[in-house]
Nanobody, 119 residues
Framework: QVQLVESGGGLVQAGGSLRLSCAAS????????MGWFRQAQGKEREFVGR????????DYAEFVKGRFTISRDNAKSTGYLQMSNLKPEDTAVYYC????????????WGQGTQVTVSS
């Protein structure tokens, strides 16, 4: 069973930066795609970006391109979401997700971490 624990959320002013972490347990981390999602109050959960198991491929939603960067450290079984130039509309609960081994589908989810951007 894979468990994911996010950390690093908080309150930041517009234009500021935050780095979220997602610590994974359960093994075979490097064989799992990791994704980041967010859900603002009253809205549907939306895709933010993803990274392949090796870290060699990343993919981002259009609204975060150039501002957010996803990375991972497989030796630490941890993924990261570096967020820069934050905007009030980035306020949401951010979730990390991981796939089953060598699968693109997200099966495991973290509990979420709140990011609030003040104007």
């Amino acid at each position: 069973q894979v468990q994911l624990v996010e950390s690093g959320g908080g309150l930041v002013q517009a234009g500021g930066s935050l780095r979220l972490s997602c610590a994974a347990s359960g093994g075979a981390f490097s064989a799992r795609v990791m994704g980041w999602f967010r859900q603002a109050q009253g809205k549907e959960r939306e895709f933010v970006g993803r990274i392949s198991g090796s870290g060699g491929y990343t993919d981002y939603a259009e609204f975060v391109k150039g501002r957010f960067t996803i990375s991972r450290d497989n030796a630490k079984s941890t993924g990261y979401l570096q967020m820069s130039n934050l905007k009030p509309e980035d306020t949401a609960v951010y979730y990390c997700a991981a796939s089953k081994i060598n699968s693109p589908a997200y099966t495991y989810w973290g509990q979420g971490t709140q990011v609030t951007v003040s104007s």
